[in-house]
């Protein structure tokens, strides 16, 4: 499990896929106005409730959970017909933990 730091930077660089992670940073509280048959905690976010808090397409809102997927930044469970996505919190914290490493001055 790992992601390049030009791969991480990429990822984050669309302001749509950033708010994506954001939000799932805290799912309780962004999307508090939201109601999905299992608590957050148990399994993430229905993609459904992403796209409406998005107000985007289907399609358009599938693509960037794709990419966030397909870079690995984002778990997902199938429960049913509905996948529910949660943060790879390990590996965020790996790259910003290589990203810091990488740019850091010399002591």
Do not use: H
């Not at 669309?14 to 805290?26: A, C, F, G, H, I």
């Amino acid at each position: 499990m790992s992601i390049s730091t030009e791969e991480f930077l990429k990822v984050i660089s669309n302001p749509t896929r950033k708010l994506v992670l954001e939000w799932l940073k805290n799912p309780s509280e962004s999307f508090q106005d939201y109601t999905q048959l299992y608590p957050y905690e148990q399994y993430g976010v229905c993609a459904s409730l992403i796209q409406q808090k998005l107000g985007l397409s289907q399609p358009a809102t599938s693509l960037s959970i794709k990419f966030l997927q397909d870079s690995q930044l984002l778990l997902a469970t199938k429960v049913g017909k509905w996948t529910y996505y949660r943060r790879n919190e390990d590996l965020i914290d790996l790259a910003l933990q290589n990203l810091y490493s990488e740019l850091k001055a010399e002591q």
